[in-house]
């Protein structure tokens, strides 16, 4: 048995045997158990001494407890929110419909649902597939200016890198220095193939050269000499 000791008016030690019994239910578990049930607490409010509802919830957390109260058959209920402090007792009018009295809540954690790794497969793989292609669209052996006939002519004919020539359609060839005339065509490859990969070549190198033309480098204005000061000879020197 747990005993205390305090100091009587004879400075004697006085041991105090501890009178609450082991096995008494606190008033947090017992109000934990019976939610949902119909009851009616006296509390030490002046304004509402006696609360007689549902009791829709208890912290033991915060010390808290809500009780629903109906003040109409057609009206919402009210919600009171008491500290179970102010609680002195408490009248358990009828049990909770589903569980028994004093029972603990049933458990209401969501089943965790199964994950579909097929299908996170496959827009993993979807991805890879896009990543590779994308890399593939660059060739780091080349210029800047390959790179950008490549980039003009994959938007409107399927064109593939080869070592560093550029293959249009899969039928012509663009060399170095990549121009209109380094274009060639592969046995069978019908003329206006070949002159259509052709124009579009020229194309697109009268569009970098228009380009260029437009970009202007400001010219930096001479700084002004600053011409030298006379003051004279130094008097007393």
Same mark, same amino acid.
């Given at each position: ?52 509802? =549902? ?15 109906? =003040? ?44 579909? =790794? ?65 274009c060639r065509a592969g046995n069978g490859v ?25 970009v202007v480098v400001p010219a930096v204005p ?16």
């Amino acid at each position: 048995m747990a005993d205390s000791k305090r100091q009587n008016a004879g400075g004697k030690a006085v041991a105090t045997p501890n009178m609450v019994p082991s096995n008494m239910l606190s008033l947090e578990s017992a109000l934990v158990g019976v939610i949902g049930a119909r009851i009616r607490f006296q509390t030490t409010h002046p304004s509402q001494p006696n609360i007689e509802g =549902t009791l829709f919830t208890a912290c033991p957390l915060t010390n808290l407890v809500a009780v629903a109260v109906l =003040t109409s058959p057609t009206a919402p209920p009210v919600h009171h929110i008491l500290p179970i402090s102010s609680i002195q007792n408490f009248t358990l009018i009828s049990t909770p419909p589903t569980s028994n009295s004093f029972a603990s809540p049933p458990n209401t954690t969501p089943a965790i649902a199964s994950v579909q =790794t097929a299908a996170l497969r496959a827009r993993a793989d979807a991805a890879v597939a896009r990543l590779k292609e994308a890399a593939s669209r660059k060739n780091k052996a080349v210029g800047k200016e390959a790179q950008d006939l490549f980039d003009g002519l994959s938007r409107t004919l399927p064109t593939r890198w080869d070592g560093n020539n550029i293959v249009v359609m899969d039928s012509v060839v663009v060399s170095a220095p990549y121009r209109g005339e380094d274009c060639r065509a592969g046995n069978g490859v019908p003329v206006h193939t070949l002159n259509r990969v052709r124009k579009v070549v020229d194309n697109e190198r009268k569009r970098f050269a228009d380009r260029e033309r437009k970009v202007v480098v400001p010219a930096v204005p001479a700084v002004p000499a600053i011409p030298a000061v006379h003051t004279g000879p130094r008097k007393g020197g």
